[in-house]
């Protein structure tokens, strides 16, 4: 059982569509992260976010938005995306950004299919 | 650079022991994880290792850890067929900001 919450699980969308996706971690967590894996690949990270602010943005396009409400909470907004934009998205925590060996707990995440 | 690479497959029968293998470049690294990713799932965190330390054990893990070259392992005693996974190492460098690195996977096949 994962302690981070994603939702949906999946998501099929056109490129002309706007949707989000979830995350959501009851470990107070001050850190939250989103990943983008592609098939039989290690994931890659795309943004970090730290007590709230955005802290790192691995040069991502901008139809994909990130966005954190509160501390518990981590979305992803997402329009006009590309075909090669399909992948599994983690969405992912930690204690801290910075802090010593302090793993990343990752949720299940949204396999999302572009049309 | 950060490169952290690992063999692409293993097979094991059921019962025996896996060694999944990990070689890094970064000697800056404090930590090493592994994570195991099933289909159509997440990753898990199995373990992780202080890079001060050469040995961890939990249960039917063990972790091994040469610093001086830089090649981490993952021992699975008594392999099940639920084990079949793929595997990722993952080394982090503390600082501002704790970034993961992964290595290619390993997927671990378990025949029963």
């Known amino acids: 059982d994962t302690e981070v919450t994603q939702t949906p699980k999946h998501l099929v969308m056109g490129m002309t569509n706007k949707k989000s996706l979830k995350c959501e971690q009851h470990m107070g967590h001050r850190a939250m992260y989103w990943y983008k894996q592609k098939a039989k690949k290690p994931p890659e990270l795309m943004f970090v976010y730290s007590y709230e602010k955005l802290s790192i943005n691995e040069s991502v396009p901008s139809r994909f938005s990130p966005e954190c409400p509160n501390s518990s909470l981590l979305n992803l907004h997402l329009h006009a995306l590309q075909p090669e934009d399909s992948a599994l998205y983690l969405c992912?925590?930690?204690?801290?950004?910075?802090?010593?060996?302090?793993?990343?707990?990752f949720g299940d995440g949204t396999r999302l299919s572009i049309l | 650079g950060e490169d952290v690479e690992q063999s692409l497959f293993l097979s094991v029968r059921e019962g025996d022991s896996s060694v999944i293998n990990c070689t890094y470049t970064d000697s800056s690294s404090t930590y090493l994880y592994w994570y195991k990713q099933e289909p159509g799932a997440g990753l898990q965190l199995l373990t992780y290792?202080?890079?001060?330390?050469d040995m961890k054990q939990d249960q039917r893990l063990t972790v091994l850890l040469n610093k001086k070259d830089k090649h981490l392992s993952l021992r699975i005693a008594d392999t099940q067929t639920g084990d079949s996974a793929i595997y990722f190492c993952a080394e982090s460098i503390s600082g501002g900001y704790q970034k993961v690195t992964f290595g290619t996977g390993t997927k671990l096949q378990v025949i029963p």
């Open positions: 992912a925590s930690s204690q801290e950004a910075g802090g010593m060996g302090q793993p990343q707990h």
């Open positions: 290792i202080f890079s001060n330390m």
